[in-house]
């Protein structure tokens, strides 16, 4: 799995704090609470805490963007977030 890649590259530089790492966590705690979700679709408190994490990595990306448009980019594509959009 990518976690495991991206955990080791992440502990060596000792910076499990830094938006990207955490943009990652919550992407991965998204995808285990939306395959949860597929088979318990009346789990209405797993749905409230997905929306919340949800709201948290938004603006998290929405820091990231302003910050580094490059580093938010790279990063939208690594994870498959969200589709580029051609200009």
């Given at each position: 799995m990518i976690k495991k890649v991206?955990?080791?590259v992440s502990s060596k530089e000792e910076n499990?704090?830094?938006?990207?790492?955490q943009i990652f966590s919550f992407t991965n705690k998204i995808r285990r609470l939306t395959s949860h979700l597929e088979l318990?679709?009346?789990d209405y408190l797993s749905q409230k805490g997905?929306?919340?994490?949800?709201?948290k990595r938004q603006r998290l990306l929405a820091y990231l963007s302003k910050k580094n448009e490059?580093?938010?980019?790279?990063?939208?594509?690594?994870?498959?977030i969200?589709?580029?959009?051609?200009r």
């Open positions: 991206f955990i080791s499990r704090g830094s938006v990207e790492f318990h679709k009346k997905l929306r919340k994490i949800l709201g490059a580093h938010y980019k790279e990063l939208i594509g690594q994870l498959s969200r589709e580029t959009k051609i």
